[in-house]
């Protein structure tokens, strides 16, 4: 009974605590929604009222939060660079106009991140201002844009160091979305992403690409040629499906078979190969002989990815 | 280009043109500002901090490794067994004058390393400098009695231990020099790649051995990039050059029995540019290339070639419109063309098995490919919680001498993406893909062979229909809770012979926890399932032989990372990994009977205890643990198949670990 009563005046207490520290942490603006969040938004910005001293203005108030002063351990607070927004407008060339946001904050400054109530569009308007260069071209048909992913969902810049910029990094970052391939990678082959020795961003540029799967080269092969410059060829002797996409037999984000492939030799082969010959022969014990002992079908055919050997049609030299 | 790219440029820009006016999201770019009252000179920035001068940290670590398995270098960085040390460390330097460099360096001394260097000035001329050196094995524990020496294999009573490893060590240099509207690059790679990997040789028998390698890759890649407000371009041209050092092999008895990778070079000259219009943008690439190989061939009787003059020319071309018709709607969509056009010459070559059409000479067949993709896309915000996309997406692929010419690939897709609760969201993804395409025909060069019932899987007929659902969940600002489950269905509904089904399932749970200021943990899982059906002939006929496949994989791991203690000097972390990736088979032929044991299991468990020694220097005492094994029915003893000579039974199985003291000064 006495447990019961404690309890019950102990949330007495926190729901009268909630109910009062609310009004107080609440801005003018937390109730917008989000349309009306981005047309006031829009009328400051067109008005342009912005501070007379800039940053200066802005630490008035802010100078105690580390997060804020972090800026100035990143290049966007480095008012020595030429490009950096510190050099510019300072901390209003992405917050936009102070207006009359330091009158007891009367008015919302542009925000990011996940507590931001913009669109990721229009947050990502600001980064776009200045980032407009051959790495973010393709950036507007991306399927980050058109999943509406803010730049900041990746991006710290109030940081010294952006984690997606730090290649011992980067790979968290991009799998904390990605968990599929963060599974992958620890399959029984796999490239070795899970040291963090490749990132996803050596064959996959996030902010999109001109290629499939926003891969960094024109093609899939092309993207598998830059490291494995040995199969580009051309050979005399090419097997079509290597030649086509090397993603025929092989899935490189990892697979419970060796080297990466999608089956493993003989099935892999024999989804393809079943002639009058020995390539249609079952195996239904393996390392018995040499079509399911050893290298399988490449205990021969040794040169699967093409010979040059003139001698070479059946890939065996 | 048999898609209407006009009509749909055409109709993009009209849709642009009409909205341009009507209201647009916003765009708060600084270039866009309205700056008429700024007074910039009053902007000094007085309580902004200094940042001149060096900062960042470096470190040197000694560890000890205790493993009897080479393939534990794979998770240690190193294979070599006992006390090791390496260098570790990211700096940064700045300057008033707008001098910056930055260089980072993991593990410097292993066999697994990297440096980074950045320095430049900014807003003018950046130089990076950049090494990397990986390493990846295999087994150390590879029986062959074949020694390799300048080219010749010779067979020998003795047998040796190889170690099957690949090395690559890569360096490069890059220049970019730029000012407001241009920037022009260029950058310069080189690779050494050596070691041993697994591969195999008919003698006429078949023995697996250890080929070496040894090759050399350097890349260059220079351009231009111009930019304006609404426009951007780069040119790009690119050239690479792979050379192998390790010529045609040869036994004592049978030369040039394995031809060596020939040497080729790669060039590409590239286009690229993006517009904008209102909030239309299109952007487009267009890349013409070639790829050379013209070492000298393996002189035989039969060969009537020196060198052969194998050329491929490639063409790519993409255009992408994308626009924001309004607030809530946007449409896209791509044209997009790639050609591989082999130039090579077609010459008569005797071949050692005799071919029931040709005879004992076979003509090579340079393959040429052309594919081309049309994709449309729309998305609409139905409301500030649901939004709506819809799109499809053609490839149509034609193909010289294959038993189809021409495939077609088409897909419906939809995604929903819900945030109707707070802290929760929802995306739900559907696609319908078919794909068909031109009569299926074994060719005229294998007709006789092949079973005409097969259908080979990257060619045939196909349905694929798959779902996905992603979940996200934040109730509080200390927890957060993903869930994603996928499922996909591959039907080869025309096949008799070859791949007939394939069913991929599976789901993945992540949990993070900031529990309070010092201690966060995280946990996740995930398991998938491939199932698959094959069937085939031995008769030529129809199906008398069926395959079932199933492949398991579950990824399990958790960790926790605990600083404040001992007044904020002690931290202490973990994170523990398990996966166990299996696939079996089985056969039915009259019986059913499974092939055999084909799985791998490893468990990795990290701890580690950072000390703060002072404000600047740090000491780190961290404890790994790899416990790994992995069994495959084709590995076997060398001689355990008459006729077949294997490199041994390579199977893993160890438990390994390092312990690894560091120190780092941090510099301020």
Redesign the interface.
């Known amino acids: 009974m006495m447990n019961k009563c404690i309890i019950t005046k102990l949330l007495c207490v926190i729901f009268a605590f909630a109910c009062l520290s609310l009004p107080v942490q609440a801005t003018a603006w937390s109730q917008l929604t989000g349309e009306q969040l981005e047309q006031q938004l829009t009328e400051k910005f067109a008005e342009g009222n912005y501070s007379k001293k800039g940053a200066d203005s802005c630490l008035m108030c802010h100078k105690k939060n580390p997060t804020v002063m972090a800026i100035f351990d990143g290049v966007h607070g480095n008012s020595s660079q030429a490009n950096s927004p510190m050099a510019g407008l300072q901390c209003e060339a992405c917050h936009g106009p102070l207006g009359k946001h330091n009158k007891a904050g009367k008015e919302p400054m542009i925000a990011f991140g996940k507590e931001s109530k913009l669109p990721a569009q229009t947050q990502n308007s600001v980064c776009l201002g200045c980032h407009n260069n051959p790495e973010q071209m393709a950036w507007h048909s991306s399927s980050h844009n058109l999943d509406q992913v803010a730049c900041s969902d990746c991006h710290s810049i109030h940081t010294d160091k952006d984690p997606v910029m730090d290649p011992l990094t980067v790979n968290d970052s991009c799998t904390s979305c990605h968990s599929q391939q963060k599974s992958a990678m620890n399959k029984r082959s796999s490239h070795p992403l899970k040291w963090d020795r490749m990132t996803c961003v050596d064959c996959h540029n996030p902010h999109g690409s001109l290629s499939e799967s926003a891969l960094n080269r024109n093609t899939i092969n092309d993207t598998c040629y830059s490291c494995h410059g040995e199969k580009r060829g051309p050979v005399l002797w090419e097997h079509a499906p290597v030649t086509e996409n090397c993603a025929n037999c092989h899935n490189p984000h990892g697979s419970v078979n060796e080297a990466m492939l999608t089956y493993r030799a003989p099935q892999l082969c024999q989804q393809c190969h079943m002639d009058d010959g020995h390539a249609s022969r079952v195996v239904q014990q393996g390392g018995t002989d040499a079509f399911g002992g050893g290298k399988s079908c490449l205990n021969c055919h040794s040169q699967i990815h093409g010979s040059n050997h003139p001698a070479g049609s059946k890939l065996q030299r | 280009m048999r898609f209407k790219l006009n009509l749909i440029t055409l109709s993009f820009l009209a849709i642009s043109s009409v909205v341009t006016a009507s209201a647009m ?16 000179d ?8 200094k ?2 001068g060096y ?1 960042g940290t470096i470190g040197v670590n000694a560890a000890y490794i205790n493993s009897d398995d080479i393939h534990s270098g ?2 240690f ?1 190193t294979d070599k067994d006992g006390a090791n040390a390496s260098v570790d460390a ?1 700096l ?1 330097y ?5 001098y ?1 460099a930055l260089f ?1 360096a ?1 593990r410097l001394g292993l066999d ?1 390393s ?1 440096a ?1 260097l950045t320095a430049g000035k ?3 001329y950046t130089v990076t400098a950049d090494y990397q050196r ?1 390493t ?1 094995y295999q087994s150390g524990d590879a029986f062959s009695q074949l020694w390799y020496k300048d080219d010749l294999l010779t067979p020998s009573v003795h047998t040796q231990t190889q170690q099957l490893s690949l090395q690559r060590n890569q360096a490069g240099l890059g220049l970019s020099y730029g000012r407001d509207f241009y ?1 022009a690059y260029v950058r310069y790679d080189h690779e050494q790649k050596t070691g041993n990997i ?5 003698t006429p028998r ?1 023995v ?1 051995f250890g080929q070496p390698v040894d ?1 050399n ?1 350097d ?1 260059l890649t220079a351009g231009l ?1 111009l ?1 304006g ?1 609404h426009w ?3 040119l790009n041209y690119f050239v ?1 050059q ?1 050379q ?1 050092d390790i010529g ?1 092999l040869s036994l004592p008895y049978l030369y ?7 040497d ?1 070079q ?1 060039h ?1 000259l ?1 286009l ?3 517009y ?1 219009i209102g909030r239309t ?1 299109i ?3 267009l ?1 013409s290339g070639k ?1 050379i ?1 013209d ?1 000298a ?2 002189q ?1 009787p ?2 009537p ?1 020196q060198n ?1 003059d ?3 020319k ?1 063409l ?1 071309g ?1 255009f ?3 626009s ?1 018709v309004s ?1 809530k709607f ?1 449409l ?1 969509g ?1 044209v ?1 063309y ?1 050609k ?1 056009d ?1 130039k ?1 010459s077609i010459w008569e ?5 005799v071919n029931g059409i040709t005879g004992a000479f ?1 003509q ?4 040429d ?1 052309e594919r081309r ?1 049309l994709k449309v ?1 729309a ?1 609409y915000r139905l409301s ?1 919680d649901y ?1 709506l ?1 819809a799109g499809y997406d053609r490839k149509e ?1 034609e ?1 010289s ?2 038993d189809r010419e021409q495939t077609n690939d088409n897909a419906l897709w939809a ?1 929903l ?1 819900i945030q109707a609760l707070d802290n929760l969201k929802l995306k739900l993804k559907a696609t319908l893909d078919n794909r068909d395409g031109s009569e299926y025909q074994t060719n005229a060069l ?1 007709s ?4 005409p019932l ?1 259908r ?3 060619l045939a007929d196909r349905e694929r229909t798959a779902f996905e659902a992603k979940f996200n969940h934040t109730p509080t600002s200390w927890l957060s809770l ?1 869930l ?1 489950a ?1 499922y996909a269905n591959d039907d080869y509904n025309q096949t008799q ?3 007939t089904e394939s069913e991929d399932y ?1 789901y ?1 749970i ?1 949990l993070g926890l900031q529990l309070n200021q010092h201690l966060s943990a995280y946990a ?1 899982g ?1 398991q ?1 399932w ?1 199932k ?1 059906n ?1 069937a ?3 008769g ?1 006929s129809t199906a ?2 069926y ?1 079932d ?1 199933e ?3 579950i ?1 399990l791991g958790a960790g926790f990372n605990y600083s404040g203690l001992m007044q904020n000097k002690l931290s202490l972390g973990g994170d523990y ?1 398990f ?1 166990n ?3 079996d ?1 089985s ?1 039915t ?1 009259n019986v059913t ?1 499974p ?2 044991d ?3 299991f490893n468990h990795s468990l990290q701890l580690h205890a950072n000390y703060a020694l002072s404000e600047e220097m740090a000491l780190k005492l961290a404890y790994q643990y790899e416990r790994y094994y ?1 069994t ?5 003893d060398v001689d ?2 008459p ?2 000579t ?2 041994g039974d390579l199977n893993h199985n160890y438990n390994a670990h390092q312990v690894m003291l560091s120190f780092s000064y941090q510099l301020r």
């Open positions: 999201a916003a765009d708060f770019g600084v270039n866009k500002a309205n700056t008429s009252t700024v007074k910039q009053k902007f000094q920035c007085k309580r902004c901090p940042v001149d900062s794979n998770a960085g990211d940064k700045q300057n008033d004058a707008g910056k980072q993991h697994n990297f980074h900014s807003g003018l990986l990846s920037k697994s591969s195999s040789i008919v078949p697996n090759a890759t890349n990039s930019s407000e951007v371009t780069d690479s792979y192998n045609a040039d029995v394995f031809a060596a990778t020939p080729n790669a590409r590239s690229s540019g993006q904008q943008v952007s487009g690439r890349a790829m190989q070492d061939l393996i035989m039969g060969n070639l052969w194998g050329e491929v490639t790519d993409k992408a419109v994308t924001l607030n946007r896209g791509s997009d790639s591989r082999n090579g070559f005797a071949q050692f098995e076979k090579n067949v340079p393959l490919t993709g896309n998305s500030s939004r996309q692929m193909r001498y294959g995604k993406n294998t006789s062979e092949t079973n097969l080979k899987y990257y993903d994603s996928r012979i070859g791949l599976g993945d992540n996740f995930g998938q491939i698959s094959q085939g002939s031995q030529f008398d032989w395959a496949i492949d398991d994989f990824n990994l996966a990736s299996s696939s088979t056969v032929y009977a092939l055999g084909y799985y791998s992995d495959d029915y084709a590995q076997i355990t198949v006729g077949l294997t490199l």
